[in-house]
């Protein structure tokens, strides 16, 4: 999968999400949050079916999923939370000496 000339920094996959098709969501260096749709035989470039708006504001290092909610985080000092029903962007917690590195859902 290729998101852009900027490497991904995070991905995650979400099995029989949309339609029982495979989606892979990444996060890059290009601050934006990308969806793909992948078939079972996964070869070749693909391009993004979905591209989350408002982007980051600066790369994307992690991300995080419970239920159709992604957070996301990013060198911005920010976490973002997205509907990925309805595709979204629900809020922003803004930190303002934190870079985020992780997200952990308990």
Not at 27 to 46: P, Q
Not at 49 to 68: C, F, K, M, R, S
């Amino acid at each position: 999968v290729q998101t852009c000339a900027l490497p991904i920094l995070c991905w995650v996959c979400l099995g029989g999400w949309f339609d029982n098709k495979d989606i892979i969501v990444t996060g890059s260096k290009d601050h934006y949050i990308k969806m793909f749709e992948v078939d079972e035989e996964a070869v070749g470039t693909y391009n993004p079916t979905v591209n989350l708006e408002p982007p980051h504001y600066d790369g994307i290092q992690t991300l995080a999923i419970h239920n159709e909610i992604l957070f996301s985080g990013s060198r911005d000092y920010a976490i973002k939370k997205w509907d990925l029903d309805k595709q979204e962007l629900v809020t922003v917690s803004n930190f303002s000496i934190i870079i985020i590195l992780t997200i952990i859902i308990i």
